[in-house]
T-cell receptor, first 112, second 115 residues
């Protein structure tokens, strides 16, 4: 059974710092991996989608990488801002199903 | 932009009531999903549908049912609401190409409280 783990569960950094969020998964037979952002009490906003054949995707200050063989993905946030404060979740689309398997998220706080 | 809308942002119901949560997407997506999200437990899949009138159980279907009569609309039904169904409910949709699902889009969520 696929399991997705995100470490750390919470992270607090000063504004301007570059940071990395980690996601690991146990079964490498995935179609894709998606990173989401969730603000308190709100739905999830898709940030980046990486197909299983890709190594990375970039959007603005965000860069996500995927190493399928080792079961790892990272989300790199450059020059963090207070507005980046949110919970970040990663999820994998499992091969052979239509379902996403989610990690429990990393709660990021960027202090001014 | 893909839009997934949910009928209510906040809902308060009494124990034993029948509750309907509605979700509508405007991008002709084949697949639609209902999740609940609870502190410490993360997102858990309740039901999903990959076509009109088709449904599949997720990880926690007990106490819930679903309906998909039209492609754009996916309803979650709590037949007899209980206090342990107090939660944030999230709807999502995704296109399916060749049987592979792509980017998943979420609605704003419904915070349901059962008293």
């Amino acid at each position: 059974k696929q399991e997705v783990t995100q470490i750390p569960a919470a992270l607090s950094v000063p504004e301007g710092e570059n940071l990395v969020l980690n996601c690991s998964f146990t079964d490498s037979a995935i179609y894709n991996l998606q990173w989401f952002r969730q603000d308190p009490g709100k739905g999830l906003t898709s940030l980046l989608l990486i197909q299983s054949s890709q190594r990375e995707q970039t959007s603005g200050r965000l860069n996500a990488s995927l190493d399928k063989s080792s079961g790892r993905s990272t989300l790199y946030i450059a020059a963090s801002q207070p507005g980046d404060s949110a919970t970040y979740l990663c999820a994998v689309f499992q091969g052979g199903s239509e379902k996403l398997v989610f990690g429990k998220g990393t709660k990021l706080t960027v202090n001014p | 932009d893909v839009k997934v809308t949910q009928s209510s942002r906040y809902l308060v119901k009494r124990t034993g009531e029948k509750v309907f949560l509605e979700c509508v997407q405007d991008m002709d997506h084949e697949n639609m999903f209902w999740y609940r999200q609870d502190p410490g437990l993360g997102l858990r899949l309740i039901y999903f549908s990959y076509d009109v009138k088709m449904k599949e159980k997720g990880d926690i279907p007990e106490g819930y049912s679903v309906s998909r009569e039209k492609k754009e609309r996916f309803s979650l039904i709590l037949e007899s609401a209980s206090t342990n169904q107090t939660s944030m409910y999230l709807c999502a949709s995704t296109p399916s190409i060749g049987g592979i699902s792509y980017e998943q889009y979420f609605g704003p969520g419904t915070r349901l409280t059962v008293t």
